[in-house]
């Protein structure tokens, strides 16, 4: 199955010049969207469940990137705040992503780094989509008149921040930062019901596809 990683920043490698210590804050927490969108609304569904370590390897990636760039790479705990309800989308986007990116400019600056990348959970609705907008790692299972298609999405913001004066030094457009089609099955309702190998499935290529979008975007 072929991974479509998308950066929407600007085009061109990250620069890196001048700037000798980096941390990382992500703000994606371990929260996994399933949607399962059907032939008509009485078909849908929809759940959100904690998988303990999801982000783990996110960071481990991010780190990895930025060891090879600069002298100092510092891993942020930066605590995330619930964002309110969305008029937009009837979901949350997980954080409030302004507080989020204050604090980790913050503590940046406090622990004397030059500049930080930050991610945290972004929000999408492609044109003529008939679900929810996609948000942070999702698994979605479009379905129609028996015909379905599964996916995994990692819809999240980056941005790298200069630390020392706030400024934006580079950053992602909205929109899924990787998409990556998986091999569809029956939907279950709850991920606890979810056996073990597809749990490996979705998981994996989740991981998979947030990891090779962070490489292409954070390079």
Same mark, same amino acid.
């Given at each position: 199955?072929?991974? !479509?990683?998308?950066?929407?920043? =600007?085009?061109?490698?990250?620069?890196?010049?001048?700037?000798?210590?980096?941390?990382? %804050?992500?703000?994606?927490? &371990?929260?996994?969207?399933?949607?399962?969108?059907?032939?008509?609304?009485?078909?849908?569904?929809?759940?959100?469940?904690?998988? =303990?370590?999801?982000?783990?390897?996110?960071?481990?990636?991010? +780190?990895?990137?930025?060891?090879?760039?600069? &002298?100092?790479?510092? /891993? !942020? &705990?930066? =605590?995330?705040? =619930?964002?309110?309800?969305?008029?937009?989308?009837?979901?949350?986007?997980?954080? $409030? %992503?302004?507080?989020?990116?204050?604090?980790?400019?913050?503590?940046?600056? @406090?622990?004397?780094?030059?500049?930080?990348?930050?991610?945290?959970?972004?929000?999408?609705? #492609?044109?003529?989509?008939?679900?929810?907008?996609?948000?942070?790692?999702?698994?979605?299972?479009?379905?129609? !008149?028996?015909?379905?298609? $599964?996916?995994?999405?990692?819809? #999240?913001?980056?941005?790298? +921040?200069?630390?020392?004066?706030?400024?934006?030094?580079?950053?992602? #457009?909205?929109?899924?930062?990787?998409?990556?089609?998986?091999?569809?099955?029956?939907?279950?309702?709850?991920?606890?019901?979810?056996?073990?190998?597809?749990?490996?499935?979705?998981? &994996?290529?989740?991981?998979?596809?947030? /990891? @090779?979008?962070?490489?292409? +975007?954070?390079?």
């Amino acid at each position: 199955m072929a991974i !479509l990683a998308v950066s929407c920043g =600007p085009a061109g490698s990250v620069d890196y010049s001048g700037i000798r210590s980096v941390s990382f %804050a992500n703000g994606m927490e &371990d929260k996994l969207n399933r949607n399962r969108v059907g032939t008509t609304i009485f078909n849908n569904r929809s759940e959100s469940v904690i998988v =303990p370590g999801l982000s783990r390897e996110v960071t481990s990636t991010a +780190i990895g990137v930025l060891k090879g760039k600069v &002298d100092r790479v510092v /891993n !942020l &705990d930066v =605590p995330t705040s =619930p964002a309110k309800f969305s008029l937009l989308t009837g979901r949350s986007p997980t954080i $409030d %992503a302004v507080q989020f990116r204050n604090k980790a400019i913050a503590a940046a600056k @406090a622990g004397g780094v030059d500049a930080v990348w930050i991610v945290f959970p972004g929000q999408y609705s #492609a044109y003529g989509s008939r679900g929810p907008a996609t948000i942070g790692y999702e698994h979605r299972q479009d379905s129609f !008149l028996g015909i379905t298609n $599964d996916t995994v999405h990692f819809t #999240a913001v980056a941005e790298f +921040i200069d630390a020392r004066s706030g400024t934006t030094l580079r950053t992602s #457009a909205t929109g899924p930062l990787g998409i990556k089609q998986i091999e569809s099955e029956d939907w279950r309702k709850n991920w606890s019901e979810t056996g073990a190998a597809r749990k490996k499935v979705v998981i &994996d290529g989740i991981t998979e596809t947030s /990891n @090779a979008a962070l490489r292409l +975007i954070m390079n």
